[in-house]
């Protein structure tokens, strides 16, 4: 299957791009192109993957769709690989597979103001299928797809089956809210119950509240880090 082969769901388009997939997306996302635009990279050891969004809610809101996008990814990943192969996410956007780093989630948006509705949201991964070097062992927090038991899985149908399993998670989100979100991944998420560092923070992860921020809990008190924090600048 090659890059031009790939078919999306209604409301969704695909464009491959040589380099970056998540900058190509946020370049066309400023340039005004549609929401559901999907920008893909087939790299012979990285998969890339980012989406555009056109948020109509204030960006504290959408800001759930980094999450939305992590179960859509963890629910294709699923569907494809082996049974015994365990995909878990991080609050901050890390991608576990078997319980060792294989890739990363990213969110950018037009605004920062959490009050504001921004006029797009791009958020995009990196998913790397084959280790960085022949040496795996000198980095066993790491890992990468093929490495898992997920030989059998092909790139181009993972960003297939993750447009069609985020675009179901839309689907639900604006229809039934974020309750089924938010039990759909308090049953992926890595982490909590656990001490974790997170934005010059030490504490236990003790979950997320309404709007997927963090509550962090040290000696003296909970402290609330919106998802907002991961927002990355358009420099």
């Known amino acids: 299957m090659t890059g031009s082969e790939l078919q999306f769901p209604p409301l969704m388009s695909g464009e491959a791009c040589d380099g970056d997939a998540f900058e190509t997306a ?28 056109a948020p109509e809610v204030p960006l504290r809101h959408a800001m759930a769709m980094l999450p939305l996008c992590g179960i859509g990814f963890q629910n294709a990943l699923g569907a494809l690989a082996p049974p015994e192969v365990a995909v878990h996410l991080e609050w901050a956007g890390g991608i576990q597979v078997n319980g ?28 790397p299928l084959w280790p960085k070097d022949d040496n795996p062992g000198a ?15 092909q790139a181009p149908a993972l960003v297939e089956a993750w447009a069609r399993h985020t675009l179901n998670w839309i689907t639900r989100w604006e229809v039934e809210g974020t309750r089924p979100l938010h039990a759909e991944w308090r049953g992926l998420a890595h982490g ?14 003790l979950g997320v509240d309404e709007d997927f921020g963090m ?21």
């Open 26 to 53: 946020c370049q066309r996302a400023v340039m005004g192109c549609d929401a559901g635009l999907i920008c893909y990279h087939l790299g012979t050891s990285t998969l890339e993957g980012a989406l555009v969004f």
């Open 100 to 127: 060792a780093d294989c890739g990363q989630f990213r969110v950018m948006a037009s605004d920062t103001d959490p009050e504001a509705v921004p006029d797009w949201l791009v958020v995009g991964f990196t998913l």
């Open 139 to 153: 980095n066993p927090h790491e890992t990468a797809l093929y490495s898992e038991g997920c030989a059998d899985v």
């Open 192 to 205: 909590v119950g656990e001490p974790m560092q997170q934005g010059g923070l030490d504490g236990t992860f």
């Open 215 to 235: 509550l962090l809990r040290d000696d003296n008190e909970t402290h609330l880090i919106p998802l907002t924090t991961l927002l990355e600048n358009d420099s």
